[in-house]
């Protein structure tokens, strides 16, 4: 079978990937990196041929790039929105930790030039989405950092979402053409849940990430008493970008009243 689910770890130095462009997951269409960082660290990123996406997931950090700079806090991704930092090719961006934290790095090939923006919690409007839907079983917080409405000029989607504790997101059951990863967190490291892609099911726990192939459906759970948090980042298609989820047909009658 495909492989759709991965476990990873941290690296010596603080570095965790999770897809490559040319690597395993390389269907994903994206570079994808999680890094740890100390109080104190400086990391900085400036890619070439591809528009880059940093996102806080928690921490205390300092953005600079071109002539700015700006300090973001998260003590908590589940109540609290992102900071998130989007470049075209060929910008320096350093980032220096405040305090122990964790940021998501996220890029893919794009030729076009575009100004530089810095999105803050207040960008990033909590959606609340599946009120009514199978007695409130399925209420999630979507929150868009970006997509094609407010970056027609970039080739990626990145979000968040937060299922709550004993509920379903992603549902009901959808999919779409373009390839999506999701990466996940628990505010407890024995959080769980659980992750459908195709006829696949797969344990979700603390960092794992899914590599969802175009075409799959793709409904997550989250266990009673744990919130769950992820990621969730999209490549457009050349002349077909994502703008919407495609629902199952056969679940599309619990969506009437």
């Known amino acids: ?48 041929d591809e528009e880059l996406a940093i996102l806080l997931v928690e921490g205390d950090v300092t953005f600079k790039w071109d002539d700015n700079q700006v300090r973001a806090k998260r003590e908590s991704f589940i109540s609290e929105g992102p900071s998130s930092l989007h470049v075209a090719k060929g910008v320096l961006v350093t980032i220096e930790a405040n305090d122990e934290s964790e940021i998501l790095v996220q890029s893919t090939d794009n030729n076009k030039d575009f100004a530089s923006k810095f999105y803050s919690p207040a960008d990033c409007e909590d959606i609340i989405a599946g009120e009514g839907l199978c007695n409130n079983k399925a209420v999630r917080i979507v929150r868009t950092v970006f997509d094609l409405n407010n970056a027609p000029y970039s080739n990626m989607v990145l979000g968040e979402v937060i299922a709550e504790q004993g509920g379903w997101s992603s549902y009901i059951p959808h999919h779409h053409p373009q390839p999506e990863v999701y990466y996940y967190r628990f505010e407890r490291p024995e959080g769980f849940g659980a992750c459908f892609i195709g006829d696949y099911a797969f344990k979700v726990s603390d960092r794992s990430f899914a590599a969802i192939p175009g075409g799959q459906t793709h409904p997550q ?18 002349d077909n970008p994502w703008t919407d989820r495609v629902d199952d047909e056969r679940y599309v009658w619990l969506t009437k009243d």
Do not use: C, Q
């Open 1 to 48: 079978m495909n492989k759709f689910f991965e476990y990873p770890k941290f690296d010596l130095n603080g570095e965790m990937v999770l897809t490559r462009r040319d690597g395993e997951f390389k269907d994903m269409l994206m570079n994808i990196t999680v890094y740890k960082m100390k109080a104190g660290d400086i990391r900085e990123f400036r890619l070439s």
């Open 221 to 238: 759970v989250a266990a009673p008493g744990y919130p769950m948090y992820y990621v969730w980042m999209i490549r457009h298609f050349v």
